[in-house]
Nanobody, 128 residues
Framework: EVQLQASGGGLVQAGGSLRLSCAAS????????IGWFRQGPGGGRELVAYTSRDDFTRDGLTNTYSDSAKGRFTISRDNAKNMVYLQMNNLKPEDTGVYYCAASGLTRASTRLNYGSWGQGTLVTVSS
């Protein structure tokens, strides 16, 4: 059974940092793309970042970010632990929302429709 569980959310002031974690089990983790999505108040789930296997890079990975996440957020994964992390720095009030991690069998998985497995989210609230 595929399971994904996000954690690490909380309340933080603007300019602060949080580190989200996603624990995965039940599938061949190394081969899957793992993405982080944000669902803001009253909105849909938007991609924040994703990490994919890439045999053509030195570390075997490619990380992709939304424009709003570039330069502030860093996605990383530990295949030995089946974990993916999202380090979020310089947080802004517009980063507020429920953050979900999800798994995709596609290498390029830039929309929510590319992901078939989702975990429960973790709430991030950024106060101004």
């Amino acid at each position: 059974e595929v399971q994904l569980q996000a954690s690490g959310g909380g309340l933080v002031q603007a300019g602060g940092s949080l580190r989200l974690s996603c624990a995965a089990s039940g599938f061949s983790f190394d081969d899957y793309t793992i993405g982080w999505f944000r669902q803001g108040p009253g909105g849909g789930r938007e991609l924040v970042a994703y990490t994919s296997r890439d045999d053509f890079t030195r570390d075997g990975l490619t990380n992709t970010y939304s424009d709003s996440a570039k330069g502030r957020f860093t996605i990383s994964r530990d295949n030995a632990k089946n974990m993916v992390y999202l380090q979020m720095n310089n947080l802004k009030p517009e980063d507020t929302g429920v953050y979900y991690c999800a798994a995709s069998g596609l290498t390029r998985a830039s929309t929510r429709l590319n992901y078939g497995s989702w975990g429960q989210g973790t709430l991030v609230t950024v106060s101004s």
